[in-house]
């Protein structure tokens, strides 16, 4: 039999708002634990929680980035359950009225476009840290734990798809389209090490033309791609040899060993857990006019999905406008001008995502440190084109400009990289190489075109490559047909 | 008493007659002798209050007037956060526990002027009738040692009872206010929701809970109110604006009022001079110019029910963050689950225990329809009943409570019998509307009756204008036994 996956992945994006979801204390990584508290994220007896209007917009803006719709009024609920690091014992959650909901995202996959539903985007807040000690970090053998609260009430987006993906391959890529959308809004870092956006999968397995759902597995603890990758794939393998080896699927949820590459069981849930929602009376709903979507949906910035079919209509292939639309932003900023200046754009774009990725790589810079106007690489390009350097002469004179030695045409010159176009200059060389190789003459004139790359060859090192290719070419031409 | 209320204390400050410091020691004194027998306190703050009334006429005497609480002795219940002082709640879990914070009604009272004498006993987080749940043991009524003050705001109405505090507040959930004002013969007020915060009161259940006044005349309740009201931005259920002004219809009598008389909150389990003592009321405000009619609001009938899935329902989440790891007691287990379990077990008292069990129960999946769906629709449905009901008439009467203080101990044993204490009270809880009890006269046992003034939402002008008629036609005097050489 065959087994159709079928894969949902919910996804946490802390917000980096200035202050918490329900307090005044910073949001902010690393730093003293516990020190960025109060009252309200420390559950203290008595305190109230004060919703971040900044927070909320982040979210709108989430949910029209992902065609979702934005509820006019929205309602916090509590979701009630003991855990250490949770100070209040309930988490300010939603339940059946999400600021947002019914998007969808995008993904290609093999060169073809898919659409992965979004059931809902909604408003929380995070927990604290725990961390146990002289136990491997595992809370069972642990002979204590330290509580850390400095993460307490952080927003967090949950974002839910529908089962829509059907293999390890698109869950990965969803995730990465997901996250390059959060990272354009500019309202999460999207650090997938420091947690700031997280992803769990529910995985399930059905044989092939079957509607209904199998029972699903919760997958947890993924801090990569790949890992996220993995870690479905082999949830998927697992799955599939269970059920044919006459065994089932239980609905558990299953943490995700990087080591091991294998997942193993965490809790099983027995029926849903009951968390006992209620309508948080702390709070009153939040009333989102269509003034007010209507403007979060004009500040929206130009989509990744967006920029690669803006790309891909100025010519750029598939894969070079994905390369170039996942660029840092400085880098895409010079493209757009490079092109402005009428630089061709496939050039610029390859120049941009080999080239100057690789030199930034190599001498460790950051791209804002990067010392490249678009008017030297529309400069360079054009160089390269008109046969003033050769294209292996053009990466050292970038190399040069990202030296900070001056503009393209400065560095070829005093790197002595200019080519020889003038015809009177090298009439001699090739007048040499022609007088040299007469078998190789002949045969050209015989029509086997293979031998006048030899010869250009030739010439180019005779002239210690200064020569320029195509005038060589065009001269060693003339010279056997005349 | 060098004062009976906080206007005439205020003027005998302002005529340089007295002195704050003058006014705390008489209340201190007046607890010393007391507080044996009553237990109205939890925490004396002398050396806090005596630093507060010292700044508070060095301020006077600099011309600095800070407004009608300046200078005055204040109560507050032991829920209240009160920074660097001790706040328990009445329970085990937080003995010991220092706020780090103040409630914004204490920051608020500072700002005032006002001397904060100490912190009032409670029913245990709030929950009961009678102040016989405190952890740290029951308060008694002044009027009769043997008999509760009521609950739970028991240690405020009976501070203010026996004179050793001129004010006091409390918290009011489900009469929490009212029914012991009306057991100790004080005035007692719940404000329209949303109008106080609720910022640092510990939360018995928030879309009820609300403080308001204890005082010994209807004008000092208007004047306490209008102390601690107004918009909080740490409260995002506080109520924006504009307010009503308490004060203003004080003295404009009630003629040409109308008057609605609550045909649900009469009959069985109102004791007879209860009911003789209102009946007496309406038929005096009636002769004083009120149209009177009698109004049937049948929701009233289930009101109670609904309540007892709300009220627990929210406070099984409230209290859930007393869990022995952060703060309060904690007692140690083999793992974090056992300790938790431990700490709530020994932590919380039977009543409180048992509010959680029923709250969480009428929360769980595949009940919370039956049971906490069903209360929130009969909520809407009360509110609907009030709606129709104040189409007709200004106000709303009753008795406050059915009974006159009961015996202590006399419904330890039987929290239904407990829970019946609140009847008259808790629609307005479930509104959200303000309302009032105003003493009118005592049984023939000497034990005080209460009179309920009800309003609508931001009523409190009105009502304060009926309460204040009621005050002048009842004439009650407060001179409880226990209130010793003041009365």
Known sequence: MSWEPVIGIEVHVELMTASKMFCGCAVDFGGAPNTRVCPTCLGLPGALPVPNRTAIESIMAIGLALGCSVSERSVFHR???????????????????????????????????????????????????????????RIQAAEGTLLDFNRSGVPLVEIVSRPDIRSATEARVYAQELRAVVAELGVSDV??????????????????????????????????????????????????ELVESGGLVVQETRHWDEEAGVTHSLRVKEGSSDYRYFTEPDLVPMVMSPEW?????????????ERRARYQSQGLEPGAAGSLSNLDDRLRVIYDEAVELGAPPRAVANWLTGEVVGWLRKSETAPDQLRLGAPDLAELVSMVDEGAVSSSAAKDVLDGVLSGEGSPREVAERRDLIQVRDTGAL?????????????????????????????????????????????????????VSG | ?????????????????????????????????????????????????????????ADLADGIDRGPLHGIPVALKDNMCTRGVETTAASQMLAGYIPPYDATVVARLRSGGAVITGKTNLDEFAMGSSTENSAYGTTYNPWDLSRVPGGSSGGSAAA???????????????????????????????????????????????????IG?????????????????????LDSTSYPGPYPDPTAALDRGVDGLRVGVVTELSGEGFEPAVEAATADMVARLEKGGVEVSEVSLPTFDIALSAYYLIA????????????????????????????????????????????????????????????????????????????????????????????????????????????????????????????????????DAGLPIGFQVMAPALGEEVMYQVAAEVERLAAFSLSPPAHGAAS
């Not at chain 1, 979507?293 to 999905?305: C, K, M, S, T």
């Open chain 1, 79 to 137: 979701k009630n359950y003991f855990y250490a690091d949770l100070p209040k014992n309930y988490q300010i959650s939603q339940f059946d009225i999400p600021v947002c909901s019914d998007g969808h995202l995008d993904i290609g996959v093999d060169g073809e476009t898919r659409r992965i539903g979004i059931e809902r985007a909604h408003m929380e807040e995070d927990t604290g840290k725990s961390t146990h000690l002289g136990s491997g970090g």
């Open chain 1, 191 to 240: 650090r997938l090490e420091e947690g700031s956006i997280r992803f769990d999968a529910n995985v399930s397995i059905r044989p092939d033309g079957e509607e209904a759902y199998g029972t699903k597995v919760e997958v947890k603890n993924m801090n990569s791609f790949r890992s996220l990758e993995r870690a479905v794939d082999h949830e998927i393998r697992r799955q599939i």
């Open chain 2, 213 to 233: 006044p204890f005082a010994r005349t209807v004008e000092d309740s208007a004047l306490a109110l209008s102390s601690i009201w107004g918009h909080d931005p």
């Open chain 2, 312 to 443: 627990p329902a929210e406070a099984s989440s409230n209290l859930a963050r007393f869990d022995g790891i952060r703060y309060g007691l904690r007692v140690d287990g083999s793992t974090t689950e056992e300790l938790m379990a431990r700490t709530r077990a020994e932590g919380f008292g039977p009543e409180v225990t048992r509010r959680i069990l029923l709250g969480t129960y009428s929360l769980s999946a595949g009940y919370y329809d039956a049971f906490y769906g069903q209360a929130q629709r009969v909520r809407a449905a009360i509110q609907e009943d009030f709606a129709r009901a104040y189409a007709e008439v200004d106000v709303l009467v009753s008795p406050t409570s059915p009974t006159v203080a009961f015996e202590a101990g006399a419904r330890v044993a039987d929290p239904l019998a407990m829970y019946l204490s609140d009847i008259c009270n808790i629609p307005a809880n479930m509104a959200g509307h303000p309302a009032i009890s105003v003493p009118v006269g005592l049984d």
């Open chain 1, 293 to 305: 979507v209507a403007q979060i949906g004009d500040r929206l910035p130009e989509l990744p999905a």
């Open chain 1, 427 to 479: 009439e001699a060389a090739v007048e040499q190489v022609l007088g040299a190789n007469p078998k190789a003459v002949e045969e050209l004139r015989a029509g086997e075109d293979k031998v006048l790359g030899f010869l250009v060859g030739q010439v180019m090192k005779a002239t210690q490559g200064k020569a320029d290719p195509r005038t060589v070419n065009q001269m060693i031409r003339d010279r």
């Open chain 2, 160 to 210: 203010v009872a026996a004179g050793s505090s001129l004010l006091a507040y409390g918290s009011d959930t489900g009469g929490s206010i009212r029914q012991p004002a009306a057991l100790c013969g004080v005035v007692g007020m719940k404000p329209t929701y949303g109008t106080v915060s609720r910022y640092g009161l510990i939360a018995f259940a928030s879309s009820l809970d609300q």
């Open chain 2, 1 to 57: 008493m060098i004062a009976s209320s906080v206007s005439e204390a205020g003027r005998l400050l302002r005529s340089g007659e007295t002195t704050a410091l003058a006014l705390l020691e008489d209340a201190l004194d007046t607890a010393s002798r007391t507080e044996a027998q009553l237990h109205a306190f939890l925490t004396i703050d002398s050396d806090g209050a005596r630093e507060m009334a010292s700044q508070a006429d």
